[in-house]
């Protein structure tokens, strides 16, 4: 069905690379996230658990 929402098997590829983007072009969110040092980031949704966001710290790693 076309409305049926899918897993995209690309995702955390298409996501690591939109975060870099993000990152690398806006010195203002960079210092931002480096300024974040070693806490814990979560992806939150509402009604849901948050879970880590395991991208967003491996960015801030190579970043910093």
């Given at each position: 069905d076309f409305f049926t929402v899918r897993e995209?098997?690309?995702?955390?590829?298409?996501?690591?690379?939109a975060l870099e983007a993000k990152f690398e072009q806006n010195l203002d969110m960079r210092k931002l996230l480096l300024e974040t040092k070693d806490a814990k980031l979560v992806l939150f949704e509402r009604g849901k658990d948050s879970i880590?966001?395991?991208l967003l710290m491996k960015l801030r790693s190579k970043l910093g």
């Open positions: 995209n098997p690309n995702y955390e590829a298409e996501r690591n690379k880590p966001d395991i």
